[in-house]
């Protein structure tokens, strides 16, 4: 099937989103039909809470204890075995999630079913979604190879599922702002309409997030709206969710050399005035749930995902040709140049979700898939020269290329009690995935520095476990065991099938395929471009193995999970060479992922309850041959030497990650003190001690006052909130890398927040 005729059948199969009969059904029950159709949107991607499984759920009290001026990433980190981290250093603006050492673009990400993975390189960007957490219900994370229920999206690490509120049956509304260190402030206000005409309902939620951020020049301006719109219709339930909002941030992403930290803890090495990122994410779902029958019911969504912005900095010392300047300026093609670029892309992901759940003696069956097209067009402009009238310069084209993805999955996921609480899970899926990508001829993109390739893999992800609720008490309480495989797959990325430090916008740069022949576009017999095969760098695969405990009693609750994961074709840089024995991105052949999550929740008085989270991990490089060039003196090649690198640390991501976490009530003053430990982190592959992050450990206290205990009876639930972060002031980096020394990415020190919030 080529990319235009999936998207014309696409596009049909949108349109029968919604059956005739439905805007003649007849209202039922509302409040039976509310809580019905939550209880469809959280299965469609998780675990229900009878399935005793490696997950860890935030529930709305706990989630709203949580929400600050922070990014959902950062609200996490009491999750085992998740690490979160910020560009900005105070968790506003770039927010980043790691789980089980497999970074964010390996950990898939839902938001009511809705996948949030970009199709291009399976990130998510938390920065596009400000202040979202106030929109959830709940959240789930799930940790390891997980169902396949999560719309495509690139789940190896874990899974992330976002479920948005309940619309209410009455009115309501809330009005939050908080502020602080750092320039920090945030502004909130929702409202629902509750019950309308027994049929309809909706929600309103704008935010606004301003910050200097802790990490000089770091600043972000973010906005976001978010509207939900519901109609009961009988049987049949229509929901339309729309999002949007705008992010404006400056960079951040480069750490700061260790000895201008020793200087300045805030330092930040991109000076460029400038230097921001400027982007929009607006999302539009359609949600269809039909309940055909008192056990079945048939949920579908359709989604549009648009992105569209640009990111600008300075580039010294560049090459004229590389930005086209021979061309639009006149320039000697080999002149060296200081100017000013901005890289633009425009995105658009079209997509369907669906699937039928049948409940049946003994258990359930959730059967579907997912299909979805993306398409994105990329160029750059130059908008100033250094030494030249702005003027001249601005709005210079000097790259463009387009990306087409589509994709398609079918799954069925079985859960069976095959004896009196034994429960079988079954889940198999099959993924088809198809990429074509073209560089536009412009400037010096032309013949055969000009190049384009089309790719597909195919996928069988196989998953099974077992649950056993063991009979009788266990030292007074229940006791559940559990265990689980699975295999899962990712394909590489659009930047991943280039060279480590070079991507499609690169002058003279080819993608790593084996194959490529000159193609003559227009017939005069002069190749117009490079067609490219057989690609270098293959897909990942995962294999987990999953063993668990889960013990409840009256005022304790235990979970302890170990897992060991066998990680395939690792993609990394210098793992494989060229045609002429120079190093390039490949696979690692073989990377072990082992460890112990423990969660553990005590409640040890009427007024107090501990919550521990930790876990312990052994990440490393089971084979990997690591091809590294050698230099001379003069910086002149001279051999490319091989390095078993078996046995080393897999980089960025803690040995240990632990919290503790007390939480008081007190009537009408409340507290949570919480002590968070994070390990010692590697910065390459070298596993070499002077290449390390320190481990640290962090304090934080938050209080509460409901104004309305304490003073007495009022119209609305007020609110006070003060958080102390890092009550110890200790000095702590987060993430890094190495380059002639330690590359660093700084925490914010000690630091205070103010908020009030009423609901009415």
Same mark, same amino acid.
């Given at each position: ?26 209202? %039922? ?71 089980r050492g497999f970074d964010q673009k390996r950990v898939g990400v839902t938001f009511d079913g809705i996948p949030l993975n970009d199709p291009e390189d399976h990130q998510v960007y938390w920065v596009d979604l400000p202040d979202f957490a106030s929109a959830l219900q709940d959240i789930q994370v799930q940790r390891g190879v997980t169902n396949s229920m999560g719309g495509g999206a690139p789940a190896i690490g874990g899974s992330v599922n976002l479920v948005t509120r309940r619309l209410s049956l009455e009115p309501r509304g809330e009005l939050s702002a908080m502020g602080g260190a750092y320039g920090t402030w945030r502004l909130m206000g929702a409202y629902q309409t509750g019950l309308l005409a027994d049929r309809f309902q909706s929600s309103l939620r704008w935010s606004r997030i301003e910050s200097d951020g802790y990490r000089d020049r770091t600043a972000s301006e973010l906005w976001g709206l978010y509207w939900k719109g519901q109609a009961l219709l009988g049987d ?84 004229? #040709? ?31 979700? !669906? ?20 398409? !994105? ?31 398609? !999955? ?119 471009? +490079? ?70 929740? #005590? ?54 990650? %632990? ?8 009537? *009408? ?15 390459? +592959? ?15 206290? *938050? ?58």
């Amino acid at each position: 099937m080529t990319i235009r005729t999936f998207r014309a059948a696409l596009a049909r199969a949108v349109l029968l989103l919604v059956p005739l009969p439905l805007l003649a059904a007849a209202p %039922a029950a509302p409040d039976t039909l509310v809580h019905r159709t939550d209880d469809v949107v959280i299965t469609a991607s998780r675990y229900e809470t009878d399935v005793h499984l490696n997950h860890a759920d935030i529930p709305h009290e706990e989630l709203q204890a949580r929400i600050g001026v922070e990014d959902i990433p950062m609200l996490l980190t009491d999750t085992p075995g998740l690490h979160a981290f910020s560009d900005a250093g105070n968790g506003v603006g770039y927010t980043y999630l790691n789980i089980r050492g497999f970074d964010q673009k390996r950990v898939g990400v839902t938001f009511d079913g809705i996948p949030l993975n970009d199709p291009e390189d399976h990130q998510v960007y938390w920065v596009d979604l400000p202040d979202f957490a106030s929109a959830l219900q709940d959240i789930q994370v799930q940790r390891g190879v997980t169902n396949s229920m999560g719309g495509g999206a690139p789940a190896i690490g874990g899974s992330v599922n976002l479920v948005t509120r309940r619309l209410s049956l009455e009115p309501r509304g809330e009005l939050s702002a908080m502020g602080g260190a750092y320039g920090t402030w945030r502004l909130m206000g929702a409202y629902q309409t509750g019950l309308l005409a027994d049929r309809f309902q909706s929600s309103l939620r704008w935010s606004r997030i301003e910050s200097d951020g802790y990490r000089d020049r770091t600043a972000s301006e973010l906005w976001g709206l978010y509207w939900k719109g519901q109609a009961l219709l009988g049987d049949h339930v229509l929901r339309l969710d729309l999002t949007t909002g705008h992010e404006l941030s400056r960079h951040g992403w480069n750490a700061a050399y260790e000895d201008d930290l020793a200087v300045n803890r805030r330092a930040n090495p991109e000076t460029y005035a400038n230097a921001i990122d400027d982007f929009r994410q607006p999302h539009a779902a359609l949600h269809h749930t039909y309940a055909a029958a008192s056990n079945v019911t048939l949920r579908t969504s359709a989604f549009w995902i648009h992105g569209e912005g640009f990111y600008e900095n300075l580039r010294e010392g560049e090459t004229a #040709a590389v930005f086209n300047l021979d061309h639009t300026l006149g320039l000697d093609p080999d002149a060296e140049v200081d100017l000013v670029r901005r890289k633009i892309v425009d995105k658009d992901q079209l997509g369907l979700v !669906s699937h039928v759940q049948v409940d049946h003696r003994g258990g359930r069956l959730i059967a579907g898939g997912d299909v979805y097209d993306f398409h !994105s067009d990329h160029h750059g402009e130059v908008l100033e020269v250094a030494g030249l009238y702005a003027d001249r310069a601005h709005g210079l084209d000097y790259y463009e290329y387009d990306g087409d993805k589509t994709a398609w !999955s079918l799954y069925a996921n079985e859960a069976y009690e095959v004896l009196p609480g034994l429960t079988l899970l079954a889940d198999l899926q099959y993924q088809r995935k198809d990429a074509a990508f073209a560089q536009a001829e412009l400037g010096n993109f032309t013949g055969l520095d000009r190049h384009a390739y089309q790719v597909s893999y195919d996928f069988f992800n196989p998953k099974g476990g077992l649950a056993w609720d063991v009979p009788g008490q266990a030292l007074g309480g229940r006791l559940t065991l559990s265990g689980q495989v699975g295999v899962t797959h990712r394909e590489p990325t659009d930047g991943e099938v280039y060279d480590t430090w070079q991507g499609p916008d690169d002058l003279g740069v080819a993608p790593l395929f084996r194959n490529g022949v000159p193609t003559d576009e227009d017939g005069d017999g002069q190749p117009d471009y +490079v067609q490219w095969s057989d690609p270098v760098v293959g897909a990942e695969k995962a294999l987990d193995y999953e063993l668990g405990l889960r013990w409840r009693a009256e005022r304790v609750s235990l979970t302890v999970n170990g897992y060991w994961m066998n990680f395939d074709d690792e993609i990394v840089p210098f793992g494989s060479v060229d045609d002429d024995g120079f190093p390039v991105k490949g696979n690692a052949e073989r990377t072990l992922h082992r460890g112990v999550e423990l969660g553990l929740t #005590a409640r040890l008085t009427d007024a107090h309850v501990l919550s521990v989270a930790a876990s312990r991990s052994w990440d490393e490089f089971d084979r990997f041959t690591y091809y590294e060039t050698l230099y001379d003196d003069a910086w002149n090649v001279v051999g490319v030497e091989e390095r078993d690198l078996s046995g080393n640390p897999v980089p960025l991501f803690p040995e240990h990650l %632990a919290s503790v976490t007390l939480a008081s009530d007190f009537g *009408a003053l409340d507290s949570r003190v919480r002590l968070r430990s994070v390990g010692r982190q590697f910065l390459d +592959v070298f596993g070499l001690e002077e290449r390390t992050i320190d481990a640290y450990a962090l304090l934080d206290v *938050a209080l509460g006052l409901d104004l309305g205990r304490a003073f007495g009876p009022a119209s609305m639930t007020t609110r006070l909130d003060l958080r102390v972060n890092n009550v110890l002031d200790r000095e702590y980096e987060t993430t890094g890398y190495w380059y002639d020394g330690r590359w660093l990415i700084p925490g914010a020190g000690r630091h205070l927040l103010a908020g009030l919030h009423a609901e009415f």
